[in-house]
């Protein structure tokens, strides 16, 4: 089973930083990796998938970059409603598994 | 516009049982891969079961292995999970997902809760 590691738990960042997420894997998923987002009380909403392709209507803002083990995703800019949970997840191998999550909190 | 509406959570004992099921519209159900996620209280997401477009290929995490059943009715549209001996460690939200090209979610459902406890 691939093991997903996510840092930082917590990241605090002012509105209009920058923020850089990372996702490890225990061993190479090539760029099967995708990023979620997740607000209190709603379910997830896909980020990037592919490790670097936005899904539709996902502001430029965010980014995502890496391959085989290591997973950075960027929010260039941060709006009010970026702060959330975010989620890594490998689809190279069953079961796809996601990360613990990072928490974006307004610093 | 793609929507999943799940239904069926609730309120179990340790051992029992439970039939989860997904509605699915706004995209062709029959063509997709689906699955279930789940998301205990203040924890993370981890897949529980997927299957492929017909009833050959399922896959399940080792921990409901045995115990849950996914299906799908793709004349009705419909995803279920067959949930049996269901343990405290199950009490999560079910989300119904959509599996777009290569395992990733595509489109979430809102989630059912299911509480396991006496």
């Known amino acids: 089973e691939i093991v997903m590691t996510q840092s930082p738990a917590t990241l605090s960042v002012s509105p209009g930083e920058r923020a850089t997420l990372s996702c490890r894997a225990s061993q190479s998923v090539s760029s099967n990796l995708a990023w979620y987002q997740q607000k209190p009380g709603q379910a997830p909403r896909l980020l990037i998938y592919g490790a670097s392709t936005r899904a539709t209507g996902i502001p430029a803002r965010f980014s995502g970059s890496g391959s085989g083990a290591e997973f950075t995703l960027t929010i260039s800019s941060l709006q009010s409603e970026d702060f959330a949970v975010y989620y890594c997840q490998q689809y190279d191998n069953w079961p796809w598994g996601f990360g613990q999550g990072t928490k974006l909190e307004i610093k | ?118």
């Open chain 2, 1 to 118: 516009e793609v929507q999943l509406v799940e239904s069926g959570g609730g309120l179990v004992q340790p051992g029992g049982s439970l039939r989860l099921s997904c509605a699915a519209s706004g995209f062709t159900f029959s063509t997709n891969w689906m699955g279930w996620v789940r998301q205990a209280p203040g924890k993370g997401l981890e897949w529980v079961a997927s299957m492929m477009q017909d009833e050959n290929d399922k896959y399940y995490v080792d921990s409901v292995k045995g115990r849950f059943t996914i299906s799908r009715d793709n004349a009705k549209n419909s995803l279920y999970l067959q949930m049996n001996s269901l343990r405290a460690g199950d009490t999560a939200v079910y989300y119904c997902a959509r599996v777009a090209a290569g395992g990733r979610v595509g489109d979430w459902g809102q989630g059912t809760l299911v509480t396991v406890s006496s």
